[in-house]
Nanobody
Framework: QVQLVESGGGLVQAGGSLRHACAATGRTFGSYAMGWFRQAPGKEREFVATISRSGDTIYYADSVKGRFTISRDNAGNTAYLQMNSLKPEDTAEYYC?????????????????WGQGTQVTVSS
């Protein structure tokens, strides 16, 4: 089992940047594909980005493509989501998630482990 601890949310003006980190416990971080999802008030949780175990496969939601970058440091047991050119519509609670011994996935139900979530608020 893995535990995910997130950091890096906050309040930023439109056009600004934030970087999320998702630190995982255990020594098998490299066996987990990682994903980021977000949930705005009154809306369903939606896919943002995913990265495979080795980092060679990455997918993004169309809404963040070109602005967000997902990466991972397997030696440091941490995944990252760099968010640039933020927009007010990016305001949401952001969650990282992990799935074991499987590839990258855009499906929310493909992930067994979830972080606690971090709030991102983008002001106009």
């Amino acid at each position: 089992q893995v535990q995910l601890v997130e950091s890096g949310g906050g309040l930023v003006q439109a056009g600004g940047s934030l970087r999320h980190a998702c630190a995982a416990t255990g020594r098998t971080f490299g066996s987990y594909a990682m994903g980021w999802f977000r949930q705005a008030p009154g809306k369903e949780r939606e896919f943002v980005a995913t990265i495979s175990r080795s980092g060679d496969t990455i997918y993004y939601a169309d809404s963040v493509k070109g602005r967000f970058t997902i990466s991972r440091d397997n030696a440091g047991n941490t995944a990252y989501l760099q968010m640039n050119s933020l927009k007010p519509e990016d305001t949401a609670e952001y969650y990282c998630a992990a799935r074991t011994r499987l590839g990258a996935s855009i499906r929310l139900d493909g992930y067994a482990y979830w972080g606690q979530g971090t709030q991102v608020t983008v002001s106009s």
